[in-house]
């Protein structure tokens, strides 16, 4: 088993008039040699945007977009008609494929919006664009559910054997995360709390990618923790 253990004051940071982030991986302005992925996780950002403000239509292409707001609205356009509003529990994906144009704004002119950016390498390469939200069911305590898989694995599907699963965990509960196929890597992320993985004690943002194992990587949650796992491939 291999580990590679992230905290969170160890991120890159950028701070502009609208935009406060953090980089989990080598981005814009922020490079570091050693943190340019985790197999086909490339991005990892860590967004806060001011009230009415956000990134322009800009394009992208053969990269798997994911979104998760934490708090706060989001407002979605995109050149293929798509135009949508998300909050917290909702989940985003988009395929740029051949090539996406798209605008994400605070969709509010008072409050702040927080929210996850992650970006996977394409299975295929120029394949159609695609959008899609929706808003996981959440309600089960102490277990992982998959809120983005492979292809037609539910409506929230991308175009790379990866997966996303989010867990609500209670303080003292024990942890399972069972690979859905061998020969990947899972990169753990805090959103908030405090868990206990492989030995490893992770708080608030920090983040553990372990890779190299059999089936299931075990834990146990030290107070109310909200986890995000990503499984990807690590080639």
């Known amino acids: 088993m291999s580990v590679v253990f992230h905290k969170a004051s160890s991120r890159g940071y950028a701070k502009h008039d ?22 086909a996780l490339r991005v990892l950002n860590d967004d806060m945007i001011a009230p009415g403000m956000g990134f322009g239509k800009h394009p992208h292409d053969n990269m798997e977009i994911i979104t998760i707001p934490l708090s706060g609205a989001i407002r979605h356009e995109d ?22 144009e798209h605008a994400e704004f605070n969709a509010s002119d008072t409050e702040a919006l927080t929210v996850l950016q992650v970006w996977i390498s394409s299975k295929q390469k120029n394949v159609t664009p695609r959008y899609a939200q929706g808003t996981p069911d959440l309600s089960v305590k102490n277990m992982f559910v998959e809120v983005v898989g ?7 599907w991308i175009h790379q054997d990866a997966s996303l699963s989010l867990g609500r965990f209670e303080a003292g509960a024990k942890i399972t995360y069972t690979l859905k196929a061998p020969g990947k890597g899972v ?24 890779w190299g194992i059999d089936k299931a990587v075990e834990g146990e949650a030290q107070q109310h923790t909200f986890l995000l796992a990503i499984e990807v491939p690590m080639e």
């Open 18 to 39: 609208w935009l406060t982030t953090h980089y989990s991986f080598s981005f814009a302005s922020y490079y570091d040699s050693a943190r340019m992925g985790f197999g």
């Open 187 to 210: 990169y753990f992320f805090v959103m908030d709390g405090e868990i206990v993985l492989e030995a490893h004690t992770l708080e608030k943002r920090d983040a553990l990618g372990i």
């Open 79 to 100: 050149n293929m008609g798509n135009s949508a509003v998300m909050t917290a529990g909702e989940v985003q994906v988009m395929s740029g494929g051949t090539g996406v």
């Open 150 to 156: 492979r292809e037609n694995s539910n409506d929230l």
